[in-house]
């Protein structure tokens, strides 16, 4: 059975100490099919996961920002086309030559305009030296310096031209505040936890008493500290993480991971997106999230081009090459505190897990286990 395949998944991956917790919902066409929790949320204090448990979302935040966006572009306050300098005048990074660059709303939403994230390049690189803020740690800093900072560094290549995991949706956060004249927080609440009901989720921590305490892979895990950088990729400076970035109220406010919420609460965004849209997009804009929009380009973060991407997140264009049982058309994301995602429209499933341990949840064995417990392998 479904449930029994996936709760000893969860429970196994605790017991044999590769994470300290997590919660995992599996919905079957648009019905909650299970729903579990295991470990713990705060191993020293004792506090037991709970379904209700609220994440650091990290990149869980992208889906939601990536539907704010599509809701400003339906009441025609933003367009994909759109350059980034109509709403962000002084943001114009230089391409590598020094010739100058259009970047548009749709390149910060594909990840194609040419940004990076500083966890992707070596210590002392062009991003660490600058300053600039994968928009997880570095508490306190502010956006207008921020971006700034992040402008005065030569794009990786001229956008359109690839595909690169970035800074582009915090700078999207901002185009989405400028557009609709309020803050990013008030954009993603009048346009999306608002009206799904998301009571758990925000650019904050709605209940403290809640929120899991992240953890660091190993044998054992151990408590994240603060700041924190966890290797990831080999050869960069890593993952710099500072758990206490989300209470500092004067921290930019990050459209690529600033949020915090659970695991239901991201259901029903994914469901509402699954089914149509409503009550927040229509149709063909929840199309354009979860197709490809990047055309023959693939990402780089899969060990096969298999992989396109939508808006919010990859999506499968070969399942073969893959080597996955997902369905043709899946959308997948995923995030570094411990999380990941997917909705495979072939076979009527949204799979959500988020865990408190970095970063197993996001890329370690767990996530292949718990795929093939939810597809019966």
């Not at 005048?89 to 194609?112: Q, S, W, Y």
């Not at 690839?162 to 346009?191: C, F, H, M, N, Q």
Request: aromatic share 8%.
């Amino acid at each position: 059975m479904l449930q029994q395949r996936v709760s000893a998944c969860l429970e196994r991956a605790v017991a044999e100490d590769r994470l300290v917790g997590g919660v995992v919902i599996v919905a079957k066409d648009g019905e909650k099919a299970v729903e579990i929790a295991a470990g713990l949320a705060d191993r020293e204090a004792g506090r037991k996961m709970t379904a209700d448990t609220i994440f650091r979302y990290s990149s869980l935040t992208k889906p939601i920002v990536a539907a704010a966006a599509m809701a400003l572009v339906e009441r025609g306050t933003i367009r994909l086309d759109d350059p980034v300098t109509r709403w962000l005048p002084a943001f114009a990074p230089k391409l590598p030559g020094g010739d100058p660059a259009r970047i548009e709303v749709r390149h910060l939403l594909t990840h194609t305009a040419g940004l990076t994230y500083g966890m992707f390049q070596p210590a002392g690189g062009p991003y660490d030296e600058a300053g600039v803020s994968d928009g997880l740690a570095e508490p306190g800093l502010t956006m207008a310096e921020e971006l700034t900072r992040l402008a005065r560094i030569p794009l990786e290549y001229s956008p359109g031209s690839a595909w690169g995991y970035s800074l582009a949706y915090d700078v999207l956060g901002e185009v989405l505040a400028r557009a609709a004249g309020a803050t990013l927080p008030e954009v993603v609440a009048s346009t999306v936890t608002g009206p799904l009901r998301m009571r758990d989720t925000a650019f904050s921590v709605v209940d403290p008493s809640r929120l899991a305490v992240p953890y660091v892979s190993g044998k054992p895990q151990r408590r994240m500290r603060d700041p924190e950088a966890v290797p990831f990729v080999p050869g960069t400076a890593g993952i710099r993480f500072s758990p206490s970035r989300i209470f500092n109220a004067e921290s930019f406010v990050s459209g690529g991971a600033g949020m915090a919420g659970t695991a239901g609460d991201l259901l029903k965004l994914l469901t509402a997106l699954g089914s149509g849209g409503a009550p927040i997009l229509k149709p063909t804009s929840t199309r354009q999230m979860m197709t490809n929009q990047i055309g023959a380009l693939r990402i780089t973060t899969e060990e096969k081009p298999a992989w396109g991407f939508g808006f919010g997140g990859a999506v499968l264009m070969d399942a073969a090459l893959a080597g996955t049982p997902q369905g043709l058309g899946t959308w997948k994301w995923g995030g570094v505190y411990g999380h990941h995602w997917y909705v495979d429209p072939v076979n009527g499933l949204t799979v959500i897990a988020t865990t408190s341990t970095a970063i197993e949840g996001m890329a370690g064995g767990f996530v292949g286990q718990l795929m093939a417990a939810v597809y019966g392998g």
